[in-house]
């Protein structure tokens, strides 16, 4: 896959916070439930938001939303769900946000890391995304282990913690695309 670098002044920390980014349909394999309960372990509950976008257009997906949204009520932290909005809404996003993490399974060929590193983000996906290639793990985000809460919670804890990281490594994205 090929993206352009999409170059603009870049706003870090809106609202005096961490924001991180999703983007998936909502289907289990995308494991937004996992994301929700690596951001769980964290202490540090007030210091981030989670935005997740994702499509929802069958009754599978609809059933599946209806989960995250529970799952997001009752783990107290500070998430939002957006469905079905426009590409143009969508890249408004990433510039947004400060970090992108895809915590699916089996990922045959994702795009929206690549649309991440595009827009000057740092990179969290799987070892079982098969665009997981161009994430340089340790340079402009990380590979963790697919299905790992730990993995995934410890590299998120560690964006959290190490703002000045965050523009590095999405300095190396941008670089990268």
Request: glycine residues 4%.
């Amino acid at each position: 896959f090929c993206l352009p670098a999409n170059i603009y002044k870049k706003k870090w920390f809106i609202n005096n916070r961490v924001n991180i980014l999703t983007v998936g349909k909502f289907e289990s394999r995308k494991n937004h439930l996992l994301l929700i309960k690596a951001l769980s372990r964290l202490k540090i509950r007030r210091n981030f938001k989670l935005t997740i976008v994702g499509e929802c257009t069958s009754e599978k997906h609809f059933s599946y939303l209806t989960k995250v949204k529970k799952a997001a009520k009752k783990s107290q932290l500070n998430i939002e769900t957006l469905t079905n909005i426009s590409p143009n809404s969508v890249k408004e996003l990433y510039k947004k946000h400060d970090f992108f993490v895809l915590a699916s399974v089996n990922e045959p060929a994702s795009i929206s890391n690549l649309e991440a590193m595009a827009n000057g983000l740092p990179v969290i996906t799987t070892d079982t995304n098969k665009t997981s290639c161009y994430t340089k793990d340790g340079i402009n985000g990380f590979i963790v282990k697919s299905n790992s809460i730990r993995n995934l919670s410890n590299k998120i804890k560690f964006f959290i913690n190490n703002k000045s990281e965050l523009k590095k490594f999405g300095s190396k994205s941008l670089s990268i695309v």
